[in-house]
């Protein structure tokens, strides 16, 4: 039984020839450990499938698929300031705090959930990249998704409304919105200085529809269950100011109350289709926890 070895970077990797699971594979390939030191690289997280940390020492593996032992001192994902939520070959779905940019700007350049993540990954296999499919406010802490290849991120950008099936928030606002529950439709114009409002529709103009639910109220507060049908830069914040109910702590958008000393919005679950398997998958990230220090 031959496999092909080389390296990338430090790690050395061994290409797959025939059908069989990765503790035997290991055994027959990694020289100079025994049985029970494989097992622990298994334990520890430091051997990655196709760039995929695996811990299962009976993962079936398939002709082609390439097999990497990972330095001792490679970041884990319990070493990045934000969980993982999930990641496979194609998805890495991450929980970005508040008061972390998703991406660059002319100000910071790598304090971003981006550029952290492309460490994470090019920890792994040096050649590595991960592209953006959407964002959040850098204000706003939750669930954001990244690609690892460029077909994923195109074919998102391609169908993201297709393929996106609830884009789930929780906001904490100031007041109680009436009635209860209600849809938000409108046309949002951003200003020349970057602010967004509800216009006429025209030139500029993008739709913006937002629906939300109160789950509770109190201390002059209420606790919304949102999801948004479009993604449009800060609909939800214009459309709760409007209501007359801004979301707590944000003074660009009339808040008059900042209780836990960062914008009261999070994203708390991204429902999809996976582009390689066809089925319907949800991530969620639970509520923060100051939220609930609010209504008390």
């Given amino acids: ?37 494989v097992k622990s690289l298994l334990s520890r997280r430091l051997v990655a499938v196709d760039g995929v940390p695996v811990s299962r020492f009976d993962a079936s593996l398939a002709p082609g698929q390439q097999v990497s032992i990972l330095p001792a001192s490679a970041p884990r994902a319990d070493t990045l300031p934000f969980p993982i939520l999930y990641e496979d070959e194609h998805l890495i779905v991450v929980n970005k705090p508040a008061k972390l940019l998703s991406v660059a ?16 990954v090019k920890a792994r296999r040096v050649d590595e990249r991960i592209f953006v499919i959407h964002r959040l406010d850098r204000d706003t802490s939750g669930v954001l998704m990244f690609a690892r290849d460029p077909e994923t991120k195109e074919l998102f950008q391609a169908h993201w409304n297709d393929m996106v099936t609830r ?53 002059g507060y209420a606790l919304l269950d949102i999801n948004i049908e479009t993604g449009r830069k800060n609909q939800i914040r214009v459309h709760m100011k409007e209501k007359g109910c801004p979301v707590a702590g944000d003074k660009q958008y009339g808040a008059r109350t900042n209780p836990i000393g960062r914008l009261c919005l999070h994203a708390n ?16 990230a639970k509520m923060p926890r100051d939220f609930n220090r609010v209504f008390r």
């Fill in 105 to 120: 700007n002319d100000k910071e350049k790598t304090r971003t959930a981006y550029h952290m993540v492309t460490d994470y």
């Fill in 269 to 284: 679950e991204l429902s999809f289709t996976h582009p390689a398997t066809g089925k319907q998958v949800t991530f969620k």
């Fill in 167 to 219: 884009r789930g928030y929780l906001a904490v606002v100031e007041g109680v919105p009436k009635p209860d529950r209600d849809t938000i439709r409108s046309f949002l114009v951003e200003t020349d200085t970057h602010l967004s409002f509800s216009g006429a529709p025209g030139k500029g103009a993008k739709e913006a529809i937002t629906s939300y639910q109160v789950v509770k109220a109190g201390n």
């Fill in 1 to 37: 039984m031959e496999h092909n070895s080389k390296r990338r970077g430090d790690a050395p990797v061994y290409t797959v020839a025939e059908p069989t699971t990765l503790l035997p594979f290991l055994l027959s390939q990694v020289k100079g450990k025994s049985r029970n030191n």
